[in-house]
Every structure is written in C-alpha cells, then in structure tokens.
C-alpha cells in the first residue's frame, strides 16, 4: 500500500488526534480516569432538559421526526433554520446580513478545515498563503487542517502578569506584521486553550489590519457571543463584510449535531456551501431540527445569558480557588479566566517538559492536554511552549478538585527532584 502524501500526513500523529484518542479511551476503558483533557461541554441538567423536550416536541409532530432524519439539506443547510438565524443576528447584534451571508458546516471544525484551505496554501503564481494567527497560543484544532503543510505563521503574545498569580495575553500590534504570504488572519474569541478574550479594542484593530491588507478577519466564536455567550467580561460580538464569524452549537450543549455555523460575504458564502457539497453534500439536519425554535423564539439567547455563562463563571472560579490551594508555594501562573471552558496552567521555569508533566500525569490517572500543541506557527524555541498545561473545568467539581491535587502533586515534585 503507497500512500499519497496527504495519506502519509495522517498516518503520522498529530496533537488533535492524541487528544481524541486519549478521550476515547476515558470514555470507553474500564479504568476511572480523571478526564480534565477535552473539550466537551458539560451536560448541564437545565439544557439537557430542554433539548429533551424539543425532541420529544419533534417526536409528537406528524412529519417532523421523518422529514427531519428523511430529507437532505441544500450544501448551506437547512434553509429555514439558516433564515431564522439571519433575523436573530440582526436584531440581536445588528449585524447587516440576510439569510445568503449565512451557511452551516459539519461542526465549525469542519469550517476551519474548508476556510483555512480556501485562503491558505498554494496559490496563484507559485505563491504561497498562510493564515495569520495574531496570538499565538491558539486552537489546537486548527494545526493540523491545512491540505499544504505550513499554513500558518503565529505572533508572540505580550504578557501582563497581575498581583494575584493570574495573567493576560495579548496581542503584540507593535511587532505585528502582517506579510504578503498573509490569505487570512484568525482568532478565537474566547481563546482555546487559554480563555483570553480579545477585547473590542484588539478586535477592532485586528479588523482594521485585515481590510487594510485586502484579507478577511476569520473570528473562531464557538464559545462566544450571542451565543452560547460563555464569556465572562464586557465583550461585544463582532461582524463586518469583511469578517467571518465561525459559530457552533456544540457548546450550546449539542456537540453531537455537528452543526458550525459560518456568517460571511455572499461571495464566501458560496463557495463554502460548493466545499460542503463536494466534501458532504450536505451539512446534517438534526442540530436544525433540534435548535430552530429556540433560535426563532429568542430563547437561545436567554438560555446562554441565564443558564450557560453563569454555569461556567461559577465552574471557572471554583477551579482557579482549587488550583490556587492546590499549588501554594510553587512559581504558577493561571491565565484570566475571561471565558470558554478551560484554565491555562503556567509553570514558569518548570524543570521537565510540559509533555513529560503530561505523561506523568497520564500515568496517576488525570488527563491534561500539554500546551506545546496549541502553538501552531510559532516558530523558534520557546520555552513558554513547554511549561503551560491546559485543563477542561467543565467535568463534575468533584474530578476537578480531585485533578488539581494530583496535577499540584506531580507540579511540586518536579520541580522538587530540579
Ligand atoms: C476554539 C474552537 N473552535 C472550534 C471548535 C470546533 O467545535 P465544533 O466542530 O464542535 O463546532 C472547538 C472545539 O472544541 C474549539 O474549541
């Protein structure tokens, strides 16, 4: 068997796929394994129950359970759901946009992978395009996407250190250049994996660059705003005709769906719904189906607003409270949980390498996601790549606290044994 070169490239492991793997296995195996590495949302009773309900709403309706599993989508998806959602946005967050600005994608991975091939890779003339990645780190899933090797190029963050043992990145503008291999700059807003939320300042500028440069600004809102609105500063959502905005349902509490939601030009619109339909011929129906109605109503908003961010502001301060006991007298840092579902741990001068703290980890049942994976594009050694951990907070208190006293466990005697 020969494979292509694409078919070698996924052969070889990568980040995401470990992550996959490792969660898999939690899952499936008989051993209890302190799962703090994932990216699943927590089942939270209130909207587990709601879209119980809507199911069985669907269930009760004549026609609706068969047209639902019966019928494809056109390649933008479901053409009812995709005009409710139009009039929400709009008089939501007032952006201009109608129902042709609109397409869904087999989750928002899925997007990513069309979006980062569409403006990154070999172009015209033997040129070559990259997607821009303003701050770095970044989403772990955007590494490996790229049908072309090397498709980003990343930006070191400036660092604020606070009195409290937390810190903030942010984007380095000063040294920001945006060259001419750039197709596209991207960010994720919260940030995967370290709950940053670029502010409307940064956003602005990043928007500012981008049309300046002829590119689009691609903004990763999978935990944004509206919804499902898991940010827990002042942040506005953000979309100009030369933005594409990245949604999803997943962490709505539908991760299963795969439903990502892509609002952009007209222009990218259609040729994301010609890779939909080369790539799956449809997006799927069930996400639609299960969300219209609280997309219609409004109550998506609310729901986010009311049950969602207060679910996860309070997980994200019980976390960071634990993690804060669990380390006393160690040199950490933990990043602003401004957002999202997950901390960002910085052991500064750690003695091992954050991938050995992970196998160690592995090895007393607790599962972590080691942070040199979410640097895609940096180049150059680094050694903050090698010294911070990321940790899901959204499985039960209990295994987060349980977590915490293994991960400071393991933290204290490494730097111990120095
Ligand atoms: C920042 C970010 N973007 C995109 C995704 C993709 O999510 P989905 O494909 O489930 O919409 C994730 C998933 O964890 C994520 O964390």
Redesign the pocket.
């Known amino acids: 068997m020969r494979f292509s070169s694409i078919g070698e490239r996924f052969s070889r492991p990568s980040g995401i796929l470990r992550l996959m793997d490792d969660l898999g296995a939690a899952f499936a195996g008989d051993r209890r394994i302190i799962m703090l590495g994932g990216?699943n949302p927590s089942h939270i009773p209130a909207v587990q129950k709601l879209l119980r309900s809507r199911m069985e709403r669907i269930l009760a309706t004549p026609g609706a359970f068969e047209r639902m599993i019966g019928d494809y989508d056109g390649p933008r998806g479901n053409t009812a759901f995709i005009s409710s959602l139009a009039s929400m946005l709009r008089s939501a967050c007032g952006w201009k946009i109608t129902e042709r600005n609109i397409a869904l994608t087999g989750?928002?991975?899925?997007a990513?992978l069309f979006l980062f091939n569409m403006f990154a890779g070999h172009a015209r003339r033997g040129r070559r395009r990259r997607i821009l990645l303003p701050l770095a780190p970044e989403?772990i899933?955007y590494a490996d996407v790229g049908l072309n090797h090397d498709i980003f190029t990343a930006h070191r963050p400036e660092i604020d250190c606070f009195g409290d043992r937390t810190f903030k990145y942010r984007i380095a503008f000063d040294s920001l250049r945006v060259g001419d291999d750039a197709g596209a700059l991207c960010v994720?807003r919260p940030t995967?994996p370290t709950g940053n939320v670029v502010t409307d300042d940064e956003v602005r500028r990043l928007a500012r660059i981008a049309r300046d440069r002829g590119i689009p600004l691609i903004i990763?809102n999978?935990?944004g705003l509206p919804f499902p609105g898991i940010i827990f500063t002042g942040a506005t959502p953000y979309y100009d005709d030369n933005t594409i905005v990245?949604m999803?349902l997943?962490k709505f509490g539908l991760?299963t769906a795969?439903t990502?939601i892509v609002v952009a030009s007209e222009k990218i619109i259609g040729v994301l719904s010609n890779m939909n339909a080369v790539g799956g011929l449809a997006p799927g129906g069930i996400g639609p189906a299960l969300a219209h109605d609280l997309v219609r109503s409004g109550d998506i908003l609310r729901i986010s607003r009311e049950i969602i961010r207060p679910y996860y502001q309070r997980k994200a301060l019980h976390t960071l409270a634990c993690f804060n006991e669990a380390l006393d007298g160690l040199d950490y840092r933990i990043h602003k949980p401004e957002g999202?579902l997950f901390l960002w741990l910085w052991f500064k001068g750690l003695p091992i390498t954050n991938a050995e703290l992970y196998e160690r980890l592995k090895r007393r049942g607790v599962l972590v996601v080691p942070g040199h994976y979410f640097f895609p594009g940096v180049r150059g050694a680094w050694r903050h790549k090698h010294e911070c951990i990321r940790i899901s907070y959204s499985p039960d208190d209990a295994i987060v606290e349980k977590g915490a006293r293994i991960i400071a466990q393991e933290a204290k005697k490494a730097y111990a044994h120095k």
């Open positions: 990216g989750g928002s991975q899925n990513f989403y899933g994720s995967n990763d999978a935990y990245c999803s997943s991760p795969r990502g999202a």
